[in-house]
Antibody, heavy 120, light 110 residues
């Protein structure tokens, strides 16, 4: 059974860079869309982008200048880097898998989410 | 403001049938499939419907999806208290070149 687990700091300062890791267990990382999605307090889900192994990426246009998603298949991990943080980036960050039999943009496996607060 | 439009709330009594709508444009819903997610607070979202009207294995057949033109709907029949959750529609948007979500609908079982 495939499982995803996010890890990273719970608190970061404004203007700094957020780095999150998603560890994948139970399956290979090949041929899937490894995705980051976030949910700000009181708001809906927001797709941030994905990396499709072996390395093509696609990002939400509103975040494109600040976001990078990368992968390390040797460790079965993929990563999110988000720069120039503001309070508006405070959110629960989820990693998810797309591209299984349900389609590239159907996210069938999710991590539990990690809360990130941007505050000085 | 979400690209896909959902009603913020919906409600029903146990056993009833409720429908949640999701409205988009020809950049997203009209020309792409719609996926639906169920999200209980504090848990990971769950894929409920894919390809507009298909259920992943393990999802009860009380849940069904449909699409017509630039709109989609999620129907829940035989409503149960455990169905109380937030529901999100999502689709690929050709103009934005990314996935867009609806704002979510909070379903209350009275």
């Amino acid at each position: 059974q495939v499982q995803l687990q996010e890890s990273g700091p719970g608190l970061v300062k404004p203007s700094e860079t957020l780095s999150l890791t998603c560890t994948v267990s139970g399956d290979s990382m090949s041929s899937y869309y490894w995705t980051w999605i976030r949910q700000s307090p009181g708001k809906g889900l927001e797709w941030m982008g994905y990396i499709y192994y072996p390395g093509s990426t696609n990002y939400d246009p509103s975040l494109k200048s600040r976001v990078t998603i990368s992968v390390d298949t040797s460790k079965n991990q993929f990563f999110l880097k988000l720069t120039s943080l503001t309070a508006a980036d405070t959110a629960v960050y989820y990693c998810a898998r797309g591209g299984y039999i349900y389609g590239p943009n159907a996210f069938d496996v999710w991590g539990q989410g990690t809360m990130v607060t941007v505050s000085s | 403001q979400s690209v896909l439009t959902q009603p913020p709330s919906a409600s029903g009594t146990p056993g009833q049938r409720v429908t949640i709508s999701c409205s988009g444009t020809n950049s997203n819903i009209e020309n792409n499939v719609v996926n639906w997610y169920q999200h209980l607070p504090g848990t990971a979202p769950k894929l409920l419907i894919y390809s507009s009207n298909q259920r992943p294995s393990g999802v009860p057949d009380r849940f069904s999806g449909s699409k017509s033109g630039a709109s989609a709907s999620l129907a829940i029949s035989g409503l149960q208290s455990e169905d109380e959750a937030d529901y999100y529609c999502a689709a690929w948007d050709d103009s934005l070149n990314g996935v867009v979500f609806g704002g979510g609908t909070k379903l209350t079982v009275l």
